[in-house]
């Protein structure tokens, strides 16, 4: 009987429950590489008024500096929104090691339970061969007493022991 684990359905949801939680990382990372990004654009867009403000006319200064501090604030909301989904991925990333380690129990168990049945079913075959030994080891000493009894039989002098004995002294 081929090897059976018996807790295999608790283990296949553990898998499938971790890879659902690996997707859920994917996308936090994701999520953090997209405000990354948007960080950068950001700060290219900074740098670039920068520049364009050095070649403008004084008139649009004021313009530029609205313009310029607006980017700052939608920086630092950026920088806070980074910041939380940081915090996001480092929390799926705990539940994903919890449940790798759940299932990483579970698989630990099923390679002892596996090589348990298959020590039983080592001892089981030695068991069963043992027994046939000693079968054969009793056949054949059956069948060498019962050669040395034919013999003695055959033999003539072993006869007449034999009917000495049977004969009674009353």
């Keep these: 009987m ?21 997707q859920n990382v994917r996308n936090a990372q994701a999520l953090v590489l997209k405000i990354e990004g948007l960080i ?25 500096d609205t313009y310029l501090k607006h980017l700052y604030d939608k920086g630092e909301a950026l920088e806070e929104d980074r910041k939380k989904a940081q915090e996001a991925l480092e929390e799926e990333k705990d539940k994903l090691r919890e449940l790798e380690k759940a299932v990483k129990v579970l698989e630990k168990h099923k390679e002892h339970s596996k090589e348990a049945y298959i020590e039983e079913e080592k001892k089981a075959e030695l068991k069963q061969l043992s027994e046939v030994a000693i079968q054969k080891y009793f056949a054949k000493t059956k069948a060498k007493q019962e050669e ?6 055959k033999n003539p002098r072993y006869n007449e022991d034999l009917e000495d004995s049977q004969e009674s002294p009353f």
């Design 2 to 22: 081929p090897f059976r684990y018996r807790l295999q359905k608790i283990l296949d949801f553990r898998i499938r429950k971790k890879e659902e939680q690996l």
């Design 40 to 64: 950068d654009r950001n700060n290219k867009e900074i740098s670039q008024t920068r520049i364009n403000m050095r070649q403008a006319d004084f008139s649009m200064y004021e313009s530029y």
């Design 148 to 153: 040395e009894l034919e013999e003695l039989m």
